[in-house]
């Protein structure tokens, strides 16, 4: 199906954002699957094109300016053909989704939403806290300082070691400000929803996309998971997603124990084989591609800048805050990435306590009550040890009022791609109930 076409009578743009390493081609099947839902006549879609590849190494404000721009232009171009939009949609896949935050503080300075209303704010495995690694000590240092150096702008961005604008915070830190246009702008949207992976998300794990400060579904034997009705087996109920199962039905003998430990280990023999003959080779080819594409960035950054790139960036450098006006190369970063295991603050610390106040949780704008993720009270995870700014997101985040699915891929391990079906493949059909559920029960017209 082409969803390409348009109508003068469609009057709801809907812009949609790829990730890293990312192209158009990647949200093709979600493109089709708005068109099918919304023929031209009521819905005019944009696939951002202009991050597509390593420029998406350039960080999250040039991509943000970029897509900005992509929007002005193409409402610009419609108006010339006699079509006038009053409504616009923004919805954003893996980094896509904080480019498109960004994007979405920049239009807000320019009073763009007083003339066209935002209705749709989606993401889906969006990092919104980056994607910097609970962990304490030396592990900090040794993955999360030194992987934000292949990815170049973006890299630094995403593991929040950046300092933005000489503003002494990182990148992130300021999108999730609550003065600043970003947080103002995502507000004014009618609805807000994302939809985050519970597992086999090598690329960005669940307390990120999930904005969450704790991880219940490390240990999926120990939970019953609660499924929304109609969306079985891949989307959970986000009141109760899960609950802890009764001890009698986990009692298990220690020789039990010690079998399944040991046909877990021997059925990861394989994988453990080929780990150590494939990903040195693949360690050194991706560092080698990353510092070609760093220089190749920072080149691009560096024209940017100049106003040498087709975008003036004085045209898009406003005041941030309202109080003060390739594959297997990412394969690899995703297989290094996920073989991080989170830590925990300790219980019954006072830094644990700290964490432990309930967020406020704001009415939608149609009187609904926000999806937030509620365990209940049999059921508390641990709380992930985070950087005190990223509670502090979280906190940002959530008073803004997000509508959060949890999503349970586990037909393929790839579930990053899955959940959008990047490839129009039967391995990827737990996608599409994603999409199905995207768009007939949270997609405003």
Sequence with gaps: MDYTGSSREAQHLCVLVHGLWGNPNHLEVMAKSLREKHPEENLHILVAKRNSGSFTYDGIELGGERVCQEIEEEIEKLAKAGQEIKRISLVGYSLGGLVARFCVGLLYSKGFFEKITPVNFASFATPHLGVRTPLRGWHNHIWNVLG?????????QLFTIDNFRETGKPLLEVLADPESIFIKGLALFERRTLYTNIVNDRSAVYYTTGISKSDPFTNLDKVKINYLKGYEDVILDPQTPVEPIEPEETHSTGYANIVRSSQTTIGRLPLFLAMIFFIPVGVVAFLINSG?????SNRRIRLHERGLAGIQPSNYRV????TG?????ED???????????????????????????ADRPQSSRGQS????DMGPRYEAPTLALAPYQFQMVQALDNVGFRKYPVYIHKVRHSHA???VRVDKPSFDEGR?????????????
């Design 332 to 358: 690899v970063y995703e297989n290094l990435n996920s073989a991080q295991d989170n830590e925990y603050l300790v219980v019954g610390t006072e830094e644990e306590a700290a964490q432990e106040e309930p």
């Design 292 to 296: 070609v594409q760093s220089l190749r």
């Design 418 to 420: 899955a959940i959008v």
């Design 325 to 329: 006006m390739r594959e297997a190369v």
């Design 433 to 445: 109930v994603v999409l199905r559920h995207w768009l007939d029960e949270e997609f405003l017209l």
């Design 319 to 322: 005041p941030l805050l309202i």
């Design 370 to 373: 926000n999806l937030g993720l």
């Design 148 to 156: 934000a150096r292949t990815l170049s702008a973006s890299g630094r």
